[in-house]
């Protein structure tokens, strides 16, 4: 890490000097839509977030529909130019580089996508699909021969399949593809963006098994987006929770599942399903009222008052900054669960 992005990342929260990857005060403002007189205001899609990826490790990043997940997503491996704040890989700058001087780092960065028939191309064989990624590397053709060879085996799919076409796949075949795809530089950080939102439950839980195989087996980290906790507890280590922009609580999976502190992720929690009946029966549903409100015109003080049972006056005039609690997670609630 230079010293200069040691210092603005000190500022906003303590790093991890073994972090991969290191997220300091990001922001994405869209501009407004252009009106007869005048330009609406802009779109503050994400405000202000920080956390770090650790080698190796998954950190789920969940929210409601509309919270900022896939923008962030996208600003982390700079398919998206950020606003505001910085994004610093293996404690190099990204956020400004240009993509010249960001080619030889993106092998190290990939990403996943929710819709594998949309991110494949459907003019391709999975040969060329997977092919694609190592011969931007200038690899030979021997080598990618190889190399595509054992991507498809990894990822549980047959030799026959490298001579077919995406629409000849299922949705959970097509997102192996996918993965093969990303894997293929072997490398570090993986964010996948609702990898498995369009697929049959019983074939989601084969793709997050998958994924987990191939963190053991690779050692690559994962940046795994979700709408619901649900979805990321099994296979993350750390869990962000979004809400309108913001991160709203961040902390190790067992801390942040068993005891969250802030109101938001209690009533995100309250609607995962428990496996035991009776314990499901048993257990208090927290309702929010309303929808999210819009990033373009976003309550004042903590954004979450609206909805929140807990607020009190002091939410509606002073927005709650993310700090330690006495459990151990970071939340940004003024009256959070002690
Ligand atoms: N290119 C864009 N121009 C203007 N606004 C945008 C643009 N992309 C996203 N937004 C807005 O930014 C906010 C965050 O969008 P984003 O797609 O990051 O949310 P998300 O959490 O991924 O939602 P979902 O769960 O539905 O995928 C939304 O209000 C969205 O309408
Ligand atoms: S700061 Fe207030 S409104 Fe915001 S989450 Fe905490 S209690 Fe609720
Ligand atoms: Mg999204």
Known sequence: MTTETLHAADRAQPALSDALLSVRDLGMTF?????VLRRMPGVRAVDGVSFDVRPGETLGLVGESGCGKSTTGRMLVRLLDPTAGTVAFRGQDITRTS?????????KFQMIFQDPFASLNPRQTVQQIIAAPLRAQGASSGEIAREVRDLV????????????YPHQFSGGQAQRIGIARALATRPELVVADEPVSALDVSIQAQIVGLMERLQRELGVAYVFIAHDLAVVKHI?????VMYLGRIVEIGDKDDVYQRPAHPYTKALLSAVPLPDPAAERARERIVLLGDPPSPANPPSGCTFHPRCPKAQARCREEAPLLTLTTRAQQVACHYPET
Do not use: M
């Not at 501009?31 to 009106?35: F, L, S």
């Not at 960001?102 to 092998?107: A, M, V």
């Not at 085996?153 to 077919?164: I, M, Y």
């Open 99 to 107: 993509q010249g001087r960001l080619r030889p780092l993106r092998s």
């Open 236 to 240: 993350s280590h750390r869990v962000a």
């Open 31 to 35: 501009p407004g839509a252009r009106g």
């Open 153 to 164: 085996q990894l990822v549980g799919l047959a030799p026959e399949h490298l001579e077919r």
